[in-house]
C-alpha cells in the first residue's frame, strides 16, 4: 500500500499521458512499423518505453503487438490490454 501511495502521482500522469495520445487507427499514415497508423504506433511505442524504464523487458512484434515481460520461468506476470480507442463522437 506504501508503495502505491509513494509513487501514486507517477501512475497517474504516465496514465494521462498515454490517454492523451489519440490512438484511433488510421491506415492513411501506415507504415511498415506502424501498420495501423501513427496514432496506434506512437501509442505502442510510448508504452513500451514506460515499461523499459521500469526495468521490464519488451518486445515490439512490428506495431502489431508490443509485451513486457517481469520475472522468470513460472514467476512471472502478464498483464493483457490494448491501448487502441475507436473515434470520438456520437452513438
Known sequence: MDY???YHDDMVKELQNIVKIKSVEDYATASD????GNGP???LEYTLSLCEKLGM???NLDGYV???EVGEGKDMIALLS???VVPE???
Open 66 to 68: 508490443g509485451f513486457a
Open 57 to 59: 523487458k519488451t518486445t
Open 89 to 91: 463522437g456520437d452513438l
Open 82 to 84: 490494448h491501448l487502441d
Open 33 to 36: 512499423n506502424r501498420p495501423f
Open 41 to 43: 504506433g506512437e501509442v
Open 4 to 6: 502505491l501511495k509513494k
